[in-house]
């Protein structure tokens, strides 16, 4: 069992003892001795840790295993996603940044602090190894999922900065502009990318926070975002939560119980790029930014509504009829046309117009706050695993823009593409597979 | 017992039946008949109903009573904030909304859908009178509180749009600009706004929308913001939450309990203005959006961070010694002068030093993406409630902008004052008083 540190200090003495530097003397790194009294102590009490890390306690994932977390775990309430671009020259640094990653992703997940000094024990002089707003939070759950955008094999002037050229990953190409793009390149794109989802927004913001800190010079946070309700599942029987369009979102979503169509749609095989063997049991993430116009939407007809989705707005079901998990019927024929009209988004996306394709969603909801207009900048970030952008994501996002009444009310403002590498092996880096 | 309504469709029949619309006739507003079949129900199956507004049910509070919920019910974890501007030149037009906002809040706050029909039942051929991403998800605490800015009174041109200037508190003037303002005219000032927290984001959201959505053509949303995490208490004996610095904020908070410093510091007095007797047991909230500088921050050292605070990071206590709920001592003299720093905020901020002065505070953790310099763009936007702006609110910002330490880490970018009006009878709207 891990040792559990002592608990904050309940009752400090006076700090002023003649051992203390005065601040002048701390911002200048000089001066003073170490002041011990009443700092024993570490992260804090109420911020439990698991026995280890595959124990029993449910709100603990495990950074390793076979696939990275955060794919098919249970989807958390909240997301802080950020997006990186790598800074410095020096593939070491970058090998040296990932290693420290993987060490701080696993204290983090465990509910820990950030460094194994933590946020209020230590020197004086020296700022804390961990920020402190989790002081007291549980794990909530946290996952970190770490993905490699185009970017890190080739730079955007073709320059291979790392040696990985000859590793990329055949797929991985920035996505092609779709119709109806009108992408932000400050919400778009980035050499890594790292995925926090917890039950608490502080926890995903303390994750984000502390590994961009730790990553201070060698990357640069390039964009991130918060997400606030969940608007998929992965766990089958689970409520399938809803979207800002009001829909529950995500029915066909592939679930963590269904092995076999993980390893068909979701996970990259080991003959699937020769290549990129590195990549064999990770996926590809690809992530959208969707702004809905959420208030010309809200003044649509009802029955408009749930034709451009092809499902009932209160419970789901296809209007071909049936409930919620029922197959639509594309072929029933109404007094005016079909009953799944041809430009609804259930039709469109379906695997039965997509090659037999599914996807493993993950995306959330999101308001940043309101436009000039005094609209909500709100909408869905999307976020879907796949096996094969090319043929998963690709197809399907081309035919959703040139045919779904849906997209009247979209607007794409954000878009990346990431390789996601396969779990982590204790006592190895997280991709650690690409670098050897 | 209200009537809760029946669930929504498990099992739907196929909808086109020749009673459906189609799309192309349900947009033009034409056509089609009511389609009844497997559309009873109206909000959803798991959205509770408390059996009354006084009921018993810990996850429902009131819309009525002396004072507005939301001010000193238990901070909520989640935050909207919204501000809107008066569109509309009609007093009428203004009360109408009012009246609406009224029915639709404390439908709302009982976990009910924003209009009588609800987001899934009703004509087909109209908008639903709910958005509906909320169905299925409990009360979750939510509040709503209104207040009322100064343009609602005299507008920037000084108009008196709604024969209300005679009626305009003393003290509800624009704030001042202060030092370090680096202010957003997009994210200050408001005529009117509306403060929703719920322990559910989700729900906090789809009450600012559907309120936003009812009052479409009287107002225009000017701002929004949304927050994840409170960094006050109102409730005694809870722990204090931290905000981005990682330290622990609000320790001094006026708590629930506390009646006669709410009446001193909180509500506003019978004798108080004798132009605002309709503000009487209502209160002011004062709104700033501070960015925190955390990058740099957190480069500080933890002695230089817990003299910039005046407080340890662990426990909170004062740097003179004890527990976070001890008086600090500012004569201690240490060894290079006082030992609760000069220029450190708890001391700028206490009451000791502002006339006894304290303020009732509801503030937020945000981050809201981040910058393109690649820090978070991130901080505390506050909320506090006083009784008189000028006395409790001013001379302490004053005080910290000149002389607080923790300046250096902060950034002003939105600003506003509101006139909070007292709690709405049974009956009444919100803000009637004003307008009789």
Redesign the interface.
């Known amino acids: 069992m891990r040792a559990r540190r002592t608990p904050?200090?309940?009752?400090?003495?006076?700090?002023?003892?003649?051992l203390?530097?005065?601040?002048r003397?701390?911002?200048v790194?000089g001066g003073?001795l170490l002041?011990g009294v009443?700092?024993a102590?570490g992260f804090?009490a109420?911020r439990a840790v698991a026995d280890d890390s595959t124990g029993d306690d449910p709100t603990v994932f495990d950074l390793h295993g076979t696939h990275q977390p955060g794919i098919v775990t249970p989807v958390q309430d909240?997301l802080?996603f950020?997006a990186f671009d790598v800074t410095t020259e020096s593939r070491d640094e970058l090998v040296e940044m990932l290693r420290e990653w993987t060490k701080a992703a696993d204290r983090l997940m465990h509910g820990d602090s950030a460094g194994p000094i933590g946020?209020?024990?230590?020197?004086?002089?020296?700022?804390?190894d961990?920020?402190?707003?989790?002081?007291?939070l549980p794990p909530s759950r946290l996952t970190l999922t770490f993905g490699f955008g185009p970017g890190l094999f080739t730079d955007a002037d073709g320059v291979d900065r790392f040696g990985l050229a000859d590793r990329r990953p055949a797929l991985l190409e920035p996505l092609p502009h779709f119709p109806e793009d009108a992408l932000d390149p400050?919400?778009s794109n980035g050499d890594l990318c790292i995925q926090a989802c917890a039950d608490?927004?502080?926890v995903a913001?303390h994750a984000i926070?502390n590994l961009?800190?730790i990553g201070?010079g060698t990357v640069?946070?390039?964009?991130?975002?918060?997400g606030?309700?969940k608007t998929s599942s992965t766990t089958t029987g689970e409520?399938t939560p809803?979207?800002?369009?009001?829909?529950k979102d995500g029915t066909m979503n592939i679930t963590a119980d269904e092995d076999a169509e993980l390893d068909e749609h979701v996970w990259v095989g080991p003959d699937d790029d020769p290549d990129a063997g590195w990549l064999v049991g990770g996926s590809y993430l690809a992530v959208r930014r969707i702004n809905m116009r959420?208030?010309t939407w809200?003044?649509?007809?009802?029955?408009?509504?749930?034709?451009?989705i092809g499902r009932?707005?209160?419970?789901g079901?296809p209007?071909?009829?049936?409930?919620e998990h029922s197959q639509p019927?594309f072929d029933?024929?109404?007094?005016?046309?079909p009953?799944m009209?041809e430009d609804s988004h259930v039709r469109l996306v379906h695997p039965s117009h997509n090659g037999g394709s599914r996807i493993l969603r993950r995306g959330y909801?999101f308001?940043?706050?309101?436009t000039?207009l005094?609209?909500?900048d709100?909408g869905l970030f999307f976020l879907a695993y796949v096996r094969d952008p090319d043929r998963q994501f690709i197809p399907m996002q081309n035919a959703m823009a040139k045919n779904d009444?849906m997209m009247e009310y979209l607007k794409f403002t954000g878009s990346a593409l990431f390789a996601v590498p396969p779990g982590t092996r204790k006592g190895e880096y997280i991709g650690q597979a690409l670098f050897t």
């Open positions: 904050d200090d309940e009752t400090d003495e006076p700090r002023s003892t003649g203390r530097p005065s601040r003397a701390a911002l790194g003073g002041a009443g700092l102590g804090a109420g909240r802080h950020a946020p209020t024990s230590g020197d004086y002089r020296t700022p804390p961990d920020t402190g707003e989790a002081i007291g400050e919400r608490d927004p502080q913001v926070r961009a800190r201070f640069r946070m390039r964009w991130s975002q918060l606030f309700g409520e809803r979207n800002l369009f009001g829909f959420i208030e809200d003044r649509q007809p009802l029955g408009a509504q749930e034709e451009f009932t707005k209160g419970g079901a209007l071909s009829g049936g409930t019927d029933m024929k109404g007094s005016t046309g009953v009209p909801n308001v940043d706050g309101s000039a005094g609209d909500l709100a009444a």
